[in-house]
């Protein structure tokens, strides 16, 4: 089992086996800021997203999902209930367990409302897509969540890769962006990543009012990228690519353009994290140079 299960099912261990849905995801929430802030060795278990009720993890929920399937949790509308009787926290690093046990002596008595509120004071971005922030803040407490909302007032190109990070910290980078369109210039939009198949990517990203396209036809078969373990066959693959597909693509090359005239902020995306290993950046560059287009814009890798 994924030692990042461990954690949810210590935390509801703590707290009698059974926690509502909206003060689990604020308690996981603080936890992982807990261990941000002690510098805590290792990758964090979980990322965030600004949602309907404030910080909300889609790869937390997967999780809990796949544990009701293995019968180890139960979930009714409201709640999650530990059914599985392992001892978990006796299987928790010493880090990780008086992190947790922090979290439940400072916000156990909290409600769901309640810590909803601390979550918005403390960190006001995370409350910026909230349903519930006009109903529990203050004029002056809006004020700042408001202040935290990203607002671009250029119109600017970029490109992301999602090799290395959580579904959460991606989606993160195009909200804090402000980035009004991704648009996913992979051949074959699938992953065994959770949540960076075509389905699932852009149901996520219409959750955070991001809209999604895919332009397969500027992408590259993943049968032309085997092998590639030299600058060279980097260089020669891109080349290849420059020359063959882009010349052929000059038409989804405008509508890409046009797209970015149209919502100012767009984003490409593909896997890679480093910019020089993937067709993105040549694609950037080709619709920055399109003819009599004009391009005034900036182009930026995020």
Same mark, same amino acid.
């Given at each position: =089992?994924?030692?990042?299960?461990?954690?949810?099912? #210590?935390?509801?261990?703590?707290?009698?086996?059974?926690?509502?849905?909206?003060?689990?995801?604020?308690?996981?929430?603080?936890?992982?800021?807990?261990?941000?802030?002690?510098?805590?060795?290792?990758?964090?278990?979980?990322?965030? $997203?600004?949602?309907?009720?404030?910080?909300?993890?889609?790869?937390?929920?997967?999780?809990?999902?796949? =544990?009701?399937?293995?019968?180890?949790?139960?979930?009714?509308?409201?709640?999650?209930?530990?059914?599985?009787?392992?001892? !978990?926290?006796?299987?928790?690093?010493?880090?990780?367990?008086?992190?947790?046990?922090?979290?439940?002596?400072?916000?156990?008595? =909290?409600?769901?409302?309640?810590?909803?509120?601390?979550?918005?004071?403390?960190?006001?971005?995370?409350?910026?897509?909230?349903?519930?922030?006009?109903?529990?803040?203050?004029?002056?407490?809006?004020?700042?969540?408001?202040?935290?909302?990203?607002?671009?007032?250029?119109?600017?190109?970029?490109?992301?890769?999602?090799?290395? $990070? #959580?579904?959460?910290?991606?989606?993160?980078?195009?909200?804090?962006?402000?980035?009004?369109?991704?648009?996913?210039?992979?051949?074959?939009?699938?992953? =065994?990543?959770?949540?960076?198949?075509?389905?699932?990517?852009?149901?996520?990203?219409?959750?955070?009012? $991001?809209?999604?396209?895919?332009?397969?036809?500027?992408?590259?078969?993943?049968?032309?990228?085997?092998?590639?373990?030299?600058?060279?066959?980097?260089?020669?693959?891109?080349?290849? !690519?420059?020359?063959?597909?882009?010349?052929?693509?000059?038409?989804?090359?405008?509508?890409?353009?046009?797209?970015?005239?149209?919502?100012?902020? $767009?984003?490409?995306?593909?896997?890679?994290?480093?910019?020089?290993?993937?067709?993105?950046?040549?694609?950037?560059?080709?619709?920055?140079?399109?003819?009599?287009?004009?391009?005034?814009?900036?182009?930026?890798?995020?």
């Amino acid at each position: =089992m994924f030692y990042r299960r461990k954690i949810i099912l #210590s935390l509801l261990q703590l707290f009698d086996g059974q926690v509502d849905k909206i003060r689990l995801q604020k308690l996981l929430f603080l936890f992982c800021q807990q261990q941000n802030r002690v510098g805590s060795a290792g990758q964090r278990y979980y990322d965030f $997203i600004p949602y309907k009720f404030g910080c909300y993890s889609y790869s937390a929920n997967a999780d809990m999902t796949a =544990m009701v399937k293995r019968k180890m949790l139960n979930e009714d509308k409201k709640s999650f209930e530990k059914t599985d009787p392992i001892d !978990y926290l006796k299987q928790l690093k010493s880090d990780d367990l008086k992190l947790l046990q922090e979290v439940k002596a400072n916000y156990g008595n =909290m409600s769901a409302t309640a810590l909803m509120k601390h979550t918005y004071l403390n960190f006001p971005f995370y409350a910026i897509r909230s349903e519930a922030a006009e109903k529990i803040l203050s004029k002056v407490e809006l004020e700042e969540v408001t202040k935290a909302k990203p607002n671009g007032n250029k119109t600017v190109l970029f490109t992301i890769g999602y090799e290395g $990070i #959580s579904l959460e910290e991606y989606l993160v980078r195009l909200l804090k962006n402000d980035v009004k369109v991704l648009v996913d210039v992979r051949n074959n939009p699938l992953s =065994m990543k959770y949540g960076f198949s075509k389905t699932q990517l852009k149901k996520f990203c219409e959750s955070l009012g $991001i809209k999604y396209l895919h332009f397969p036809e500027v992408g590259i078969p993943s049968t032309q990228r085997q092998a590639l373990n030299t600058p060279s066959d980097y260089e020669n693959l891109f080349a290849n !690519y420059r020359t063959i597909n882009l010349s052929r693509t000059s038409d989804t090359q405008i509508e890409i353009l046009n797209l970015l005239k149209q919502y100012y902020r $767009i984003a490409l995306t593909c896997f890679e994290a480093n910019i020089c290993q993937c067709h993105r950046k040549h694609l950037a560059e080709a619709i920055s140079q399109l003819d009599g287009t004009g391009f005034e814009y900036e182009v930026k890798h995020i």
